[in-house]
């Protein structure tokens, strides 16, 4: 993990705009249903049409906002995974290059090859999925928790 770390760290900062993004539009996504029970608990039972429509086009812009931020986080996050693992597979194959014939043969050329390619793969795919689902599967965790108990707590005081 270390060595991933010393790879990723060039990085940083795009990975840290690129959750940022993540997270806003997540949060944003996060909103949509507090907006849906907002009109079916207050504006329709008004009957006011206009606040129906402003509302669901808020929900419209919400989910568009939320898109574009997530297509933005995850092309950033693909990025930033493809660029480390170019680095991590070109140090690799500068490290075969230096190994010895009986090195080599010891290793062979097969699993060497392998280790430069699948492996490398595997590696960009974890860091790519990471930086995608592994921040906005938490932000859902607890922005949801958090709606439902903010929204089960607002309810008990009407």
């Known amino acids: 993990m270390k060595i991933m770390l010393k790879y ?3 990085f940083r900062a795009r990975m840290a705009a690129g959750i940022s993004i993540k997270v806003l539009g997540t949060l944003v996504e996060l ?3 507090y907006i849906l029970s907002h009109i079916l608990e207050k504006v329709v039972v008004r009957q006011d049409v206009r ?3 402003f509302w669901g086009l808020l929900m419209v812009l919400c989910a568009g906002v939320a898109c574009v931020c ?3 986080a995850n092309r950033m996050a693909a990025r930033v995974s493809r660029n480390f693992s170019e680095k991590v597979r070109h140090d690799l194959f500068a490290r075969t290059l230096s190994l010895s014939s009986a090195q080599v043969d010891k290793f062979t050329v097969a699993s060497l090859e392998s280790r430069i390619t699948t492996d490398t793969y595997n590696v960009h795919h974890f ?3 990471m930086q995608r689902m592994g921040v906005r599967a938490p932000i859902l965790l607890v922005g949801g928790i958090a709606i439902i108990w903010l929204w089960t707590h607002t309810s008990r005081l009407r």
């Open 127 to 129: 860091v790519g999925m």
């Open 70 to 72: 997530n297509i933005i």
């Open 51 to 53: 606040q129906v429509v």
């Open 31 to 33: 909103l949509l249903p």
């Open 8 to 10: 990723l760290k060039p």
